[in-house]
């Protein structure tokens, strides 16, 4: 379909509409190929026109010539459950010279999901009137993936935000440099930011949105912050969130997960620059043993298009921090759940001493002393409180009095709207001991820990009862800053099975994992020592991965977990003795300790040829 000029009437417009169509899918794309050439072509724009609603929503537009080429356009429509029709309306003002034309028009995705006869599984949600089934992690995110919204009915309302009525109990951060903006439609800069919200797929619908434009400068900070959630537990839970990143100067946007009220958190995920005029969907897994919050921080880029639109927030499987006592008893100050009430009745979370240090600096608590963050969590203690090695792990684990001493299991993949039958079925590490076992597992679990060989001791096992052949499960460490040259870690495993799977220790560090020790197979009915070598490593984790056999008959079990010589060297004042070899940094080595291809020194002087 084309245009070509016809005369030269002030104001004209040629209006191409589609059928009526009804119920699209969550996941509808409309695409079509245009032309739009001449010296004075014009604009011209596609509107959604939903029944019910007087204001047309603008989905795109072309506002001048754009070459002697047909070029792809990419409309996301999303889920529109009222019945609908497109119409493409090409304006001509005065002066008209050129060619406007329109061809291949095609949906994608845009039925909604079948009819199952079956909707099995701990991960699947069977819908009540459509009876398709859908991924549970679709329950209760504010989109009806169903197209009856029994996936979105006795949903928590705290869980989730569409900001259709304001922030819900969602808060702005008081100290960054400026606001979300709540808006309906399209944002104030052309070629920039959403055109419609998501919940509603119309110019009628609210979203948060980032404005780029002056007064705000280049890596200016807008944060938002979620309510407080209680720990997780050995568990998980999951937050879900639409984004919008469209225009050329768009910069970034990052989510934090924090436990101490006034620290910036750790970064669970960031996206950077320009993802296209689209909204998209973004999934985290959180864990945490400590009441936690959720940050979501937009950064503007070096330019008006940068807008970052936000909307329907939703939490799956988490659970709100009531505040009325400590979880965990009495934690160190600026811990988020110390939480006093001002006078209007808003908690307020403690904050850490006063201090100057930088965000590359870790604060001590209880002195608010700095100490480099390659300082924190390196075996070594350099806070008179510890604080440092606080939130680690320890040194030396034997599972007693169930403490799992900072080990964690890494988030699990698949989440369920039916949270704890799925964490009961799923392959994972748990503490177990000798007499708690049932009959049939005394011929392939531990009957006595390693520590106190009795049946009352506590160790690790990854339970196969759970699961299927070939799963996997993980217990990792926190981040480890730094270790010293003789780091290893020690530990006793028991292997004993008919159908005994594998286990391997990893190391993981930014995006890479590689295999240190692994082990298959059955081993015997006894406690086997292991030692793995780690030697100078600086920001990585320890992960222990068990992989399950083709039967339950074979658990793997861990105890007595301990890093030996790992903090990293201490440089002194002191001369070296004869005995000893002084390193190009100053540190003493044993002279059996040269040419021995281990780096004692750190800077590998003691392995130079030269010697």
């Given at each position: 379909?084309?245009?070509?000029?016809?005369?030269n009437?002030?104001?004209?417009?040629?209006?191409?509409?589609?059928?009526?169509?009804?119920q699209?899918?969550?996941?509808c794309t409309?695409?079509?190929?245009?032309?739009?050439?001449?010296?004075?072509?014009?604009?011209?724009?596609?509107?959604?026109?939903?029944d019910?609603?007087?204001?047309?929503t603008?989905?795109w537009?072309?506002y001048?010539?754009?070459?002697?080429?047909?070029l792809?356009?990419?409309?996301?429509?999303?889920?529109?459950?009222?019945?609908?029709?497109?119409?493409?309306?090409k304006?001509s003002?005065?002066?008209?010279?050129?060619?406007?034309?329109?061809?291949?028009?095609?949906?994608?995705?845009?039925?909604?999901?079948?009819?199952?006869l079956?909707?099995?599984?701990?991960?699947?949600?069977?819908?009540?009137?459509?009876?398709?089934?859908?991924?549970?992690?679709?329950?209760?995110?504010l989109v009806?993936?169903?197209?009856?919204?029994?996936?979105?009915d006795?949903?928590?309302?705290d869980?989730q935000?569409d900001?259709e009525?304001?922030?819900?109990?969602?808060?702005?951060?008081?100290?960054?440099d400026?606001d979300?903006i709540?808006?309906?439609?399209?944002?104030?800069?052309?070629?920039?930011g959403p055109?419609?919200?998501?919940?509603?797929?119309?110019a009628?619908?609210?979203?948060?949105y980032?404005?780029?434009?002056?007064?705000?400068?280049?890596?200016?900070?807008?944060?938002?912050l979620?309510p407080?959630?209680n720990?997780?537990?050995?568990?998980?839970?999951?937050?879900?969130?639409?984004?919008?990143?469209?225009g050329?100067?768009?910069?970034?946007?990052?989510?934090?997960q924090?436990?101490?009220?006034?620290?910036?958190?750790?970064?669970?995920?960031?996206?950077?620059?320009?993802q296209?005029?689209?909204?998209?969907?973004?999934?985290?897994f959180?864990?945490?043993?400590?009441?936690?919050?959720i940050?979501?921080?937009?950064?503007?880029g070096?330019?008006?298009?940068?807008d970052?639109?936000?909307?329907?927030?939703?939490?799956?499987?988490c659970t709100?921090?009531?505040?009325?006592?400590?979880p965990?008893?009495?934690?160190?100050?600026?811990?988020?759940?110390?939480?006093?009430?001002?006078?209007?009745?808003?908690?307020?979370?403690?904050?850490?001493p006063?201090?100057?240090?930088t965000?590359?600096?870790?604060?001590?608590?209880?002195?608010?002393?700095?100490?480099?963050?390659?300082?924190?969590?390196?075996?070594?203690?350099?806070c008179?409180d510890?604080?440092?090695?606080s939130a680690?792990?320890?040194?030396v684990?034997?599972?007693?009095?169930?403490?799992?001493?900072?080990?964690?299991?890494?988030?699990?993949?698949?989440?369920?709207?039916?949270?704890?039958?799925?964490?009961?079925?799923?392959?994972?590490?748990q503490?177990?001991?000798?007499?708690?076992?049932?009959?049939?597992?005394?011929?392939?679990?531990?009957?006595?820990?390693?520590t106190?060989?009795?049946?009352?001791?506590w160790?690790?096992?990854?339970?196969?009862?759970?699961?299927?052949?070939?799963?996997?499960?993980?217990?990792?460490?926190?981040?480890?800053s730094l270790?010293?040259?003789?780091?290893?870690?020690?530990f006793?495993?028991?292997?004993?099975?008919?159908?005994?799977?594998?286990l391997?220790v990893?190391?993981?560090?930014?995006?890479?994992?590689?295999?240190?020790?692994?082990?298959?197979?059955?081993q015997?009915?006894?406690?086997?020592?292991?030692?793995?070598?780690l030697g100078?490593r600086?920001?990585?984790?320890?992960?222990?991965?068990?992989?399950?056999?083709v039967?339950?008959?074979?658990?793997?079990?861990?105890?007595?977990?301990t890093?030996?010589?790992?903090?990293?060297?201490l440089?002194?004042?002191?001369?070296?003795?004869?005995?000893?070899f002084?390193?190009?940094?100053?540190?003493?080595?044993?002279?059996?300790?040269?040419c021995?291809?281990?780096?004692?020194?750190?800077?590998?002087?003691?392995?130079?040829?030269?010697?």
């Open positions: 379909m084309f245009i070509l000029k016809t005369s009437s002030i104001s004209q417009i040629a209006r191409l509409r589609s059928p009526n169509f009804r699209t899918g969550s996941n409309l695409s079509f190929w245009y032309y739009n050439y001449g010296e004075s072509v014009g604009a011209a724009e596609l509107q959604l026109l939903v019910g609603l007087k204001q047309p603008v989905l537009r072309t001048y010539s754009e070459g002697n080429q047909w792809k356009a990419v409309i996301q429509l999303g889920r529109l459950p009222h019945p609908f029709q497109l119409s493409l309306d304006i003002l005065g002066v008209y010279e050129g060619v406007s034309a329109i061809d291949d028009i095609r949906f994608e995705n845009c039925a909604l999901p079948p009819l199952a079956s909707c099995e599984g701990p991960n699947h949600f069977w819908c009540r009137d459509t009876k398709a089934c859908i991924d549970s992690l679709l329950v209760c995110d009806d993936d169903c197209g009856d919204g029994s996936d979105e006795s949903c928590d309302p869980l935000c900001f009525n304001g922030l819900c109990n969602w808060e702005q951060d008081v100290e960054d400026f979300w709540r808006i309906q439609g399209p944002t104030p800069t052309v070629n920039t055109l419609k919200d998501h919940t509603t797929g119309t009628r619908g609210h979203y948060l980032l404005e780029s434009s002056e007064p705000r400068q280049f890596r200016d900070k807008a944060v938002l979620s407080l959630f720990p997780s537990g050995y568990g998980t839970c999951a937050f879900r969130f639409h984004y919008h990143m469209f050329k100067e768009v910069y970034k946007l990052s989510v934090f924090r436990t101490v009220s006034n620290a910036k958190g750790w970064l669970l995920w960031y996206k950077f620059g320009n296209e005029n689209r909204w998209i969907r973004q999934t985290l959180l864990s945490s043993s400590k009441p936690f919050q940050l979501v921080k937009g950064i503007v070096d330019g008006f298009t940068g970052i639109g936000l909307d329907d927030v939703s939490f799956l499987g709100l921090y009531n505040g009325a006592q400590h965990f008893g009495s934690f160190f100050k600026g811990d988020l759940p110390t939480i006093s009430t001002t006078t209007s009745g808003t908690s307020v979370p403690a904050t850490l006063m201090n100057n240090c965000e590359k600096e870790f604060v001590c608590r209880a002195s608010g002393h700095c100490i480099q963050m390659i300082q924190k969590c390196d075996f070594r203690s350099d008179s510890e604080s440092d090695e680690c792990v320890t040194e684990c034997d599972f007693g009095d169930k403490d799992l001493c900072g080990w964690y299991q890494p988030a699990l993949e698949q989440i369920s709207g039916n949270y704890s039958v799925l964490i009961a079925k799923t392959f994972k590490w503490l177990g001991r000798g007499a708690n076992l049932y009959p049939e597992e005394e011929q392939h679990c531990p009957l006595t820990d390693h106190t060989c009795t049946e009352e001791g160790y690790l096992f990854s339970d196969s009862s759970n699961g299927e052949f070939g799963d996997t499960a993980d217990i990792a460490t926190p981040v480890i270790t010293g040259p003789r780091c290893k870690i020690v006793w495993n028991h292997m004993n099975g008919s159908t005994i799977g594998s391997e990893l190391y993981k560090s930014s995006n890479k994992t590689s295999k240190l020790w692994s082990q298959t197979g059955s015997g009915p006894q406690w086997n020592r292991a030692e793995v070598f100078i600086s920001d990585f984790q320890v992960i222990f991965r068990a992989k399950r056999g039967s339950y008959m074979g658990d793997v079990a861990l105890d007595d977990i890093f030996e010589d790992c903090s990293p060297l440089i002194s004042d002191k001369p070296c003795t004869s005995e000893e002084m390193c190009a940094n100053k540190y003493c080595i044993p002279k059996n300790n040269l021995d291809f281990v780096n004692d020194c750190e800077d590998n002087s003691d392995e130079s040829p030269s010697i």
